[in-house]
DNA sequence: TTCAATCAACAGGATTCCTGTTGGTTCGCA
DNA sequence: TGCGAACCAACAGGAATCCTGTTGATTGAA
């Protein structure tokens, strides 16, 4: 992060810090995922439907702040390296529900463990109670551009 | 945020929590500059600038965990807008400094006040030290990552 | 001087994101 | 009942962001 060290000028701003330190978080994941031909995009898509399994793209889209076509060429991206399958909604036949596929919650299994430990070297320099802070911290901010 | 409301499943990690609010400041970023004709990225890449005017593009490149040919693309970009020029170092022919324009500091004033707000409203849920403890948490996982 | 490291640039391609449009589905309301 | 508004997926097309691999120039150190 250029500014860290000693300087006359301000600090760089939270703004800049939350795009600094998701920016590093997604270059460890890409290393991560190399071996795996997915992209930290799509790996993060694949754990939201692990969350919630049967979304459709407009409601992935919402939740992710980009529009509809956005997420559907991650999902198509998915579905062509046979992660996800799509499944229109009986109840509603104007939604194809994205649903993981063996392979997809496969591939989810084989990461987790490296995910966590990413995530855990992360906080290292946390303790337990700021660790829960940061996380709070998070989601207030959230919820506050929501 | 899909999944921050009640579930029985575990909460979203820290990594998913910062890539949405990743998601969301650049969603409104993207919105105030609209107008402005350039991106989210591209006004980071000016406010680096603006801290540190004359660095090269590998200098940007290794602060930003891409390769130096997608820092690249952003100067190119941001060159053809007349917001940043390039010159050659003259204690090292290697590198081509790239330096703001009157019109690039004029954009980042125009822009400073309204980015300024964004931040406010992040944060209008957290104490001063919730905030501070905010900023130092961003830091500290970043440099437990670089 | 020679060799490794560094830097910019080019070619080429994949991914991520957008606007605009079309057509099908659902739902509320006149 | 039917009709329009809202919603959903998909297509076309294009811009922006990222990558690998390569080339040539410059630098600095052995």
New binding site residues.
Partial sequence: MVGTKASTKAPPSLLYMIKQVELVVR?HL?ELLKPAGI????YTSLTVLERHDGL????L?RD???????V????R?LENRGLVR?ERNP???????ILLTESGRDLLARHAEPVRELEERMIRDLTAHQADQFRLALSKAWHALS
């Fill in positions: 270059s890409d992209t930290a995009l799509q459709s793209a407009a409601q889209a992710s702040f980009v529009t509809a076509q956005s559907a060429d991650v999902v991206a799509r109840r509603n036949r104007r939604e194809l529900l």
